[in-house]
């Protein structure tokens, strides 16, 4: 299928592996110049460069931690009017809500509530005014089923995903869409924790912590970053625009639900 996206050009988040790498693999090959981002700029730069390599299309790198104020104006000056915003940032770390002080519990809301919104302030009026729009913003499925440890990470997620329900609905009419990506169990470096820094996971042990997981879930198996990619670049595409304010879990069918 042809996404019709082809010259468009995106900027996704944290997007020097995992996830966001997915995402920009897929818009890549839908033929989008892409403004990556991630704060080891060497990681992010091999990204970048196979990105280039592969499929021939504009990469520009902005390297930092997305949350920050410099980062995020560094991305716009890289691309001051985008067709496509793809949020994303890594979540706080699993720890028990009593362990929570302000300065973390704000620092958690900043990164997956506060940093999503104020990019997408930046750039939606462009967008509208230009008549396409594509914003994505990914979540978790802890949205749906929390977990006790990512307590702060879920009610960030789950205050982005309120506060844009209404936003969504403002912009549809000129061909902007805004939609959540909530990721199950997928086959990331996040899930492969906790490990102590600088260990290395044996391909036994590798294997034995998949087979665990996947047991849990229908499809018996993780999911991969390039898969979760694809559905990321049809929501981008021409062909979504009829689409906005869902919450789109990919997790294998981890989730139960009817509705």
């Known amino acids: 299928m042809d996404l019709g996206i082809r010259g468009k050009k995106a900027i996704i988040c944290a997007s020097s592996k995992g996830l966001g790498r997915g995402c920009a693999t897929a818009l890549a090959e839908a033929g989008c110049d892409l403004i990556v981002n991630g704060r080891d ?41 985008p ?10 770390p699993f720890r028990d809500f009593r362990e929570l002080d302000r300065e973390k519990i704000l620092q958690g809301v900043t990164q997956n509530m506060v940093t999503p919104i104020e990019l997408i302030k930046a750039v939606i009026d462009g967008m509208a005014e230009r008549g396409f729009g594509r914003i994505v913003n990914i979540t978790s499925l802890s949205v749906y089923m929390p977990l006790a440890g990512l307590d702060l990470s879920s009610g960030a997620r789950a205050g982005l995903t309120s506060f844009l329900a209404g936003v969504a609905r403002t912009v549809i009419d000129r061909n902007v869409t805004i939609n959540n990506m909530l990721p199950g169990k997928l086959d990331t470096d996040r899930l492969r924790g906790p490990h102590e820094p600088g260990s290395v996971e044996s391909p036994e042990a590798a294997a034995a912590r998949k087979a665990r997981i996947s047991a849990e879930i229908p499809a018996k198996r993780l999911g991969t970053p390039e898969e979760f990619g694809q559905i990321c670049a049809f929501l981008c595409s021409i062909h979504a625009g009829y689409l906005t304010g869902q919450n789109i879990p990919v997790d294998g069918g981890l989730y139960v639900s009817a509705f």
């Open 41 to 81: 700029a060497d990681v992010l730069a091999r990204t970048a460069e196979d990105l280039r390599r592969r499929h021939g299309v504009a990469v520009t790198e902005v390297a930092g931690d997305v949350s920050m104020p410099d980062v995020q104006m560094a991305l716009l000056a890289a691309c001051p009017d």
């Open 83 to 92: 067709d496509i915003l793809v949020n994303n940032n890594g979540g706080p």
